[in-house]
């Protein structure tokens, strides 16, 4: 007699394999983040951090700041403008010991929001950072999502990063 068990690993390939779900209905916004990432206390600048239970510098972050005068985030500036702005004033802001290279700047709009989404060589020191970004804006103010990782592990946490920054959304 022979029996045949079958398995079936569905969470495994769905777009979304090895993310969790995180949601802010206070602030509207959502994203998902990696499985075994833990959420950590922080007392000012991110609204939200999580990062990497073994590689504690990987993380991902969400920064609100208002808008002046209600502006859209094409009255903003181009995605390579705001990118540049960005890395200046949060990525890589006067006297942190960082510098920020925009790498790439590109725009997407999903349902009726516009993003752009920007990425960055970071170093620190003599150590090198990878940085992707998703910005958008809604309700007067501009949020910036932040996934970083070091460069020597870009390589591995490449798709899992770029996946979790565009499924950053805003009400």
Known sequence: MLVVISLSLQGCVTPTGGLKPYVDSIDGYKFLYPNGWLPVSVTS???????DIIEQTENVSVVINPVTGNKTLTELGSPGEVGYQLGKSAIAPPNS?????LVNAESRTV????????????????????????????RGKLYTFNA????????????????????FKVD
Do not use: I
């Open 111 to 138: 349902g009726d929001k516009l993003y752009y989404l920007l990425e960055y060589a970071v170093k620190v020191g003599d150590r090198e950072r990878h940085n992707l970004a998703s910005v958008a804006v809604s």
């Open 148 to 167: 970083s990782t070091s460069e020597k592990r870009w390589g591995k946490m490449q798709t899992l990063l770029e996946k979790t920054v565009k499924s």
């Open 45 to 51: 600048g991110p609204d939200v951090v999580f990062h």
């Open 97 to 101: 010991g960082r510098t920020a290279e």
